[in-house]
């Protein structure tokens, strides 16, 4: 089922402060928001969260332009 495999990835979100993860489910669809306050999250904590994409080093910072680059060439949609 579906909807089970995305809430084993999902768990890994879980419990990370700094990191909100939620999965809204509809008849046909699943919508994954993730919002990450960098300010507060212990880059150590997500790097290795499989599915997590980084290119550099995130304790020195993150580039809006290249987290959207690097999320629409992995085939997500930015929603307006």
């Known amino acids: 089922d579906a909807e089970a495999a995305l809430k ?3 768990d890994q979100y879980q419990g990370i402060d700094g990191l909100e993860e939620k ?3 509809g008849k046909d669809s699943a919508t994954e928001t993730v919002t ?4 507060k999250v212990d880059a150590s ?3 290795n969260i499989p599915g997590f994409t980084t290119s550099g080093d995130i ?3 993150v580039s809006l ?5 690097l999320l629409e060439q992995s085939g997500f949609k930015k929603v307006e």
């Open 8 to 10: 084993m990835a999902a």
């Open 23 to 25: 999965i809204e489910y």
């Open 36 to 39: 990450i306050d960098y300010d």
């Open 45 to 47: 904590k997500i790097k």
């Open 59 to 61: 304790d020195k910072g």
């Open 65 to 69: 332009e290249q987290s959207v680059k």
